[in-house]
């Protein structure tokens, strides 16, 4: 192995060590004020963008800003090129780039002379966002996404464009990232279900291909969620054991996230000087962040816990 992953995985590793981990965040859920919260992460590596009296969705898009620069630097560490085996894991932050735009220019009360939130500084995470904040309309968005490796999301609505790159992700996951190939099918399943079952969505020709890919024809035109849950491989069908229902989502959401950091820190563990150590310690910050997120809003609604975040920590 390498100089360069032996350095990228010792990073990885010290990293994950300065994770608050489920005792931290439940420190921090405890807190009788969203302030007195994010004082607590003045201990924590989250320190670096959170700051006192702020709202809860900037004290939780500084959490996940801490997430991205702690990708880019493990990035940084790693040997040339390896940098393209963490672009499939970091796409949430592009995609969340592009929602930010779209809910800016086209939600419910925007206002088109507000600007949009600062996108996510990506550098060499990036996938294809240069050419993407480019494009002024959904129709150039369309395009745009179309030319690059996100590929067509099959319309030019925001829930089509987003929903697209989000099939897209797991697709691209599943593809490059052999580590995370269980949690890209994992999220894919997530993913149709909610849109299928909740939100009574048709998926759109190009994001049905990749479900299809992901998780089977058969599952993907299920008429029913029982039917949906049942004809899921078993590669995908774990993050939906036991829930019975769509409004149980939730539950699953849960568990995927629980999963992700087990599993993340097993392949840190056990996975040596290498790419699938290097995609644990991934999975480990991930699911820190998004626990201390729900940590977060716990605090803000006077310490009182969420049945997500239980189900989390």
Not at 100 to 122: I, V
């Amino acid at each position: 192995m390498s100089a360069g992953w032996v350095a990228g995985v010792v990073r990885a590793r010290d990293l994950t060590r300065r994770c608050p981990g489920p005792g931290g965040a439940r420190q921090i859920a405890a807190a009788a004020s969203l302030d007195d919260a994010v004082r607590r992460l003045a201990g924590t590596p989250y320190r670096r963008y959170a700051r006192p009296a702020v709202g809860l969705p900037d004290a939780q898009r500084a959490v996940m800003a801490t997430l991205l620069w702690h990708l880019r630097v493990l990035a940084g560490w790693l040997p040339p090129g390896g940098a393209r085996l963490l672009r499939p894991l970091a796409a949430g932050f592009e995609i969340a780039n592009v929602a930010s735009r779209l809910t800016a220019r086209d939600g419910p009360g925007a206002d088109e002379e507000a600007p949009a939130r600062p996108p996510y500084r990506l550098g060499a995470l990036e996938t294809a966002w240069r050419a993407l904040e480019r494009a002024p309309t959904p129709t150039q968005l369309r395009a745009a996404l179309r030319a690059s490796p996100w590929g067509d999301p099959g319309a030019e609505t925001p829930w089509a464009l987003v929903t697209g790159m989000r099939m897209a992700a797991a697709r691209r996951t599943s593809a490059q990232v052999g580590p995370a190939r269980r949690w890209a099918r994992g999220r894919a399943a997530l993913l149709a279900a909610r849109e299928r079952f909740v939100h009574e969505h048709r998926l759109p020709g190009p994001v049905r291909r990749d479900a299809a890919e992901l998780l089977g024809p058969r599952a993907v035109d299920a008429a029913s969620f029982r039917d949906f849950r049942e004809r899921l491989p078993p590669a995908a069908r774990w993050v939906l054991t036991d829930v019975e229902e769509p409004g149980e989502l939730w539950r699953a959401e849960a568990r995927w996230w629980r999963v992700l950091h087990q599993e993340g820190a097993v392949l840190l563990r056990d996975g040596g000087y290498g790419p699938r150590a290097v995609v644990g310690a991934v999975g480990v910050l991930s699911a820190d962040a998004w626990r201390v997120r729900a940590a977060l809003e716990c605090a803000a609604r006077g310490g009182r816990p969420l049945g997500v975040f239980d189900a989390l920590a």
